[in-house]
């Protein structure tokens, strides 16, 4: 079950590219504020964001977006803390250092959840050792300026590293668990084991279940035989009559092994399209055929 700390939607908002090439003061910026207002006035609960995403303007869009946003939008900003962009330091000061320019960014005192950021830097005995990035993390939720603390990075066995120390109360996986591929499965089925909260991201498999084969998979283009599946997945869907994005959406949301699912929004439009998916009615009959096509796959 969810962390009692978090009371999840089915869906969390990711905000990597909101504010992107922004300046303080444009009308880019004005303008991407507006669409954050929007998430947060949205039906989901959170919205995802990081200390690194667009070089610090997500934080910084969302954090003026606040001023204009419910009453209750600065308890639903979930962040991440990264390595020093300058000298490469991910250690406990680091994160210290990470959590207060977030904050300040964002204009909020406290986090209802703080995720170690692909931290590459270090290896997971580092990061979890004296004077490593999680007992920074953890001084903080014991300060109680943090709710809770995850993990949020990548590859899975490497996830499965840090979940297992017990120390973290959420995971957080990306590409690893969509129609493509569910190499997460063991990670999340130990997480949920543990009583840890799984957040599933990027279950487009970073477009091509949304825009087709002519798009990335993983951020990169895909292989001939991802072709041929997401072709096959398609013909499913027509068959269906519904859209392989919402097929590949609700894979993640149906799942019992996921707590809520983090797709990347940006735009009011964006977000529109995100709800016309969620409330889009997937025929029962079509999950079978899609089940065997990923078996045999």
């Given at each position: 079950?969810a962390?009692?700390t978090?009371?999840?939607g089915p ?7 909101l ?9 880019e ?8 207002v929007a ?14 995403y667009?070089?610090?303007r997500?934080e910084?869009?969302l954090?003026l977006a606040l ?7 600065a308890?639903r900003?979930?962040t991440?803390?990264?390595v ?7 250690d ?6 990470s959590f207060?320019e977030?904050?300040a ?5 406290r ?15 580092e990061?979890t ?18 709710d809770a603390?995850g993990?949020a ?19 957080l996986?990306h590409?690893?668990f969509?129609l493509?591929?569910?190499t997460?499965?063991?990670l999340?089925e130990?997480a ?5 909260t ?5 279950p ?7 825009k ?7 951020y ?5 035989d ?25 894979y993640?949301?149906?799942?019992p ?8 929004i ?11 998916l969620v409330?889009?009615?997937i ?7 899609v ?5 045999g796959w």
């Amino acid at each position: 079950m969810a962390s009692p700390t978090l009371t999840l939607g089915p869906v969390t908002l990711g905000t990597s590219g909101l504010g992107v090439d922004t300046l303080p003061g444009s009308a880019e910026e004005a303008a991407a504020v507006a669409d954050a207002v929007a998430l947060f006035a949205s039906r989901h609960a959170f919205v995802d964001t990081s200390n690194n995403y667009s070089d610090g303007r997500s934080e910084a869009v969302l954090g003026l977006a606040l001023a204009e946003a419910p009453t209750d939008a600065a308890s639903r900003v979930i962040t991440k803390v990264d390595v020093d962009p300058v000298t490469g330091a991910f250690d406990r000061d680091r994160v210290l250092r990470s959590f207060e320019e977030s904050t300040a960014r964002l204009g909020v005192d406290r986090l209802p959840l703080l995720h170690l950021h692909d931290p590459y830097a270090v290896s997971v005995a580092e990061a979890t050792g004296p004077g490593g990035a999680v007992e920074g993390l953890r001084e903080l939720r014991d300060a109680g300026v943090v709710d809770a603390i995850g993990i949020a990075t990548y590859p899975v066995d490497e996830m499965q590293e840090y979940i297992a120390t017990g120390l973290f109360d959420a995971v957080l996986s990306h590409n690893c668990f969509t129609l493509l591929g569910q190499t997460a499965t063991p990670l999340f089925e130990d997480a949920k084991r543990r009583g840890i909260t799984v957040f599933n991201a990027a279950p487009f498999g970073s477009g091509i279940l949304v825009k087709g084969t002519s798009s990335t998979y993983g951020y990169r283009p895909p292989t001939p035989d991802v072709v041929a599946h997401v072709e096959q997945l398609e013909a499913i869907a027509q068959r269906h009559e519904v859209a392989l994005a919402a097929v590949a959406l609700h894979y993640s949301l149906r799942s019992p092994l996921v707590d809520s699912t983090v797709v990347g929004i940006k735009t009011r439009a964006r977000l529109a399209a995100l709800d016309a998916l969620v409330d889009t009615e997937i025929p029962s009959a079509l999950w079978p055929e899609v089940d065997a096509l990923i078996a045999g796959w």
